[in-house]
């Protein structure tokens, strides 16, 4: 993978190269040599479609004079991999999730604090927050990137082979995680046994019982068929799956202001658009796992207030980790507090 990485953005880059004259700029004439944005998620998912509206929207209010070209499903490598080339400015845009981002950024870990919002709604209001978003974009201009926006899939649940009604229900449950020590933490202080693994090693997990469950979003539950695996889909809702737009910081100041100006209009109809369609698909995912005999379980105001207890220290930890002024600005529209 990393081979085949190498050898586009090698490819890229020369003609890049030859566009501009210069290495001292990261911008580049798109109508001859488009710009590349790269997701790890197929093109099928809300990810996706972020990523294709805002190639269009920005092809769209340039007259066809802006062009960006798609590489989904990792094509041009892992979310690390992505996130490297994009600081070297070899891909110029980003669509993923926040989780990886947190090794490079330790101050995106505010987005792991479990149970933090009760609705999907309360999430965007916090996202939208001017005084949070200025945070948020210091963060990410700090370390040579730009966030163009921020959208969503809803948030993330547990899929299992057991009934879980109460905080008890999980001790015991070996569950898939990404590899984020945040996450580690938080399964284990609900007694539940976390074990980091591929994602593309999941279906084969749940197939063989070497896991017991996952969690992901609905739209990846039902994209990679982990359904078909799992008597229950448990709406922990522990995390909202963020979906971060993002670019290189320096390409994005080389640019002219006129296109600066279209990548910012282009980035807030995307985010608009991909917001719309991840509530538009909830409703027909959730359909297609109960008609695959697969159970949907809510879970009461009782357990979701257990699950915040018993993550106190976490909350805790991540508070010291990130400071109070992201901490408290984050959890500004949570109605349980």
Not at 19 to 31: E, H, I, V
Request: charged content about 25%; overall charge negative; hydrophobic content about 35%.
């Amino acid at each position: 993978m990393k081979k085949v990485l190498n050898l586009v953005l090698s490819l890229v880059m020369t003609c890049m190269l030859c566009a501009c004259g210069s290495t001292k700029s990261l911008a580049t004439d798109s109508s001859k040599y488009p710009w590349v944005l790269c997701t790890s998620s197929p093109a099928d998912t809300v990810t996706g479609i972020y990523a294709q509206e805002f190639a269009d929207q920005v092809n769209k209010l340039s007259g066809g004079k802006m062009n960006i070209v798609i590489y989904d499903n990792s094509t041009l490598g892992g979310d690390r991999e992505l996130l490297e080339s994009c600081y070297s400015g070899d891909v110029k845009f980003i669509v993923q999730n926040t989780a990886p981002q947190v090794s490079f950024m330790s101050e995106l870990a505010i987005f792991d604090l479990p149970m933090a919002y009760d609705t999907i709604d309360e999430v965007r209001q916090a996202l939208d927050d001017e005084e949070f978003l200025n945070i948020i974009n210091g963060i990410y201009t700090s370390k040579g990137y730009r966030l163009l926006g921020m959208a969503d899939q809803s948030f993330r649940t547990m899929t299992t082979n057991k009934m879980i009604k109460t905080i008890d229900d999980f001790k015991g449950q070996k569950i898939r995680t990404m590899e984020n020590s945040y996450h580690l933490s938080f399964w284990k202080s609900i007694g539940a046994n976390p074990a980091p693994m591929a994602f593309s090693e999941v279906y084969i997990g749940l197939q063989q019982g070497t896991i017991d469950a996952q969690e992901n979003p609905v739209e990846v539950i039902v994209s990679s068929r982990l359904y078909e695996q799992q008597k229950y889909v448990i709406e922990t809702n522990h995390l909202p799956h963020l979906l971060s737009l993002i670019t290189n910081d320096q390409f994005y100041n080389d640019l002219p202001e006129d296109q600066r100006a279209i990548i910012d209009q282009a980035s807030e109809i995307a985010k608009q658009v991909a917001r719309e369609k991840s509530d538009e698909r909830i409703s027909g995912r959730i359909a297609i796992v109960e008609e695959n005999g697969t159970e949907v379980v809510s879970l009461d105001d009782k357990t979701k207030q257990a699950i915040r207890d018993k993550s106190k220290d976490l909350y805790n930890e991540i508070r010291e980790n990130v400071g109070d002024e992201i901490y408290n600005a984050y959890l500004k529209y949570a109605s349980w507090q």
